[in-house]
């Protein structure tokens, strides 16, 4: 069956250094990869898209690559700050006329100041 | 910046009872899609809705549920029977197209009693 998997446990890291969380999936074969970010109490809010042809992307201080070899995407926020806590979802959407969206359970990020 | 809306915040209601949820859309957005998401646990696709009709829905979307668009503006999922395993965040989101970025409402807290 799909599955998409991310850390589970919580992701504790010191202000200023690199976050990297990973997204893994099996049987799946996704259009695309996006990372949305989820605040307690509040709607997904999206940050990044990735196309099955695409290796990397960025914007400001996060980066996404995607390896559809490894069935891997990971999301990088660089100079993280107090502001970045949150529960981040990976989300994929299947190739086909399909609009379902399917998300990872998320990782709770953590910056220490 | 247009946003999605969704009312009321919080719905607290008896088992057996039937509830309607509010979404507003971003108004030039063709594709709604209802989620929820059970406490602790994943966002949950539910159903997608485009040219007055239901396009997609899960397994969970079963015949107590049902959307409508009663008029240009608003968008509805309606819950004739609630049970206590409906207690959820439920979210509605838009797209502009088939496979577009999907843009999430601040979510409705149902809770049933």
């Known amino acids: 069956s799909q599955k998409i998997e991310q850390n589970s446990e919580a992701l504790n890291i010191q202000e200023g250094k690199t976050a990297t969380l990973t997204c893994n999936y099996t049987n799946y074969s996704p259009a695309y990869l996006q990372w949305y970010r989820q605040d307690p109490g509040r709607g997904p809010v999206f940050l990044l898209l990735i196309r099955e042809n695409e290796k990397e992307k960025r914007k400001e201080r996060l980066k996404v690559t995607f390896d559809t070899t490894l069935k891997q995407s990971l999301f990088h926020i660089t100079a993280s700050q107090p502001a970045d806590s949150a529960t981040y979802l990976c989300?994929?959407?299947?190739?086909?006329?399909?609009?379902?969206?399917?998300f990872g359970t998320g990782t709770k990020l953590q910056v220490i100041p | 910046e247009p946003e999605v809306t969704q009312t009321p915040s919080h719905q607290v209601t008896q088992m057996g009872q039937e509830v309607i949820l509010r979404c507003v859309p971003i108004?030039?957005?063709?594709?709604f899609y209802w989620y929820r998401q059970i406490l602790g646990q994943k966002v949950e696709f539910l159903v997608s809705?485009?040219?007055?009709?239901?396009?997609?829905k899960s397994e969970i979307f079963d015949d107590q549920f049902s959307v409508e668009r009663p008029d240009g503006s608003n968008f509805t999922l309606k819950i004739r029977s609630t049970k206590l395993e409906d207690s959820a965040m439920y979210f509605c989101?838009?797209?502009?197209?088939?496979?577009?970025?999907?843009?999430f409402g601040p979510g409705t807290r149902l809770t049933v009693l």
């Open positions: 108004s030039n957005h063709l594709y």
């Open positions: 989101a838009s797209s502009e197209s088939l496979r577009d970025t999907q843009y």
């Open positions: 989300a994929l959407v299947p190739s086909g006329g399909y609009q379902k969206v399917t």
């Open positions: 809705f485009y040219n007055n009709e239901i396009s997609e």
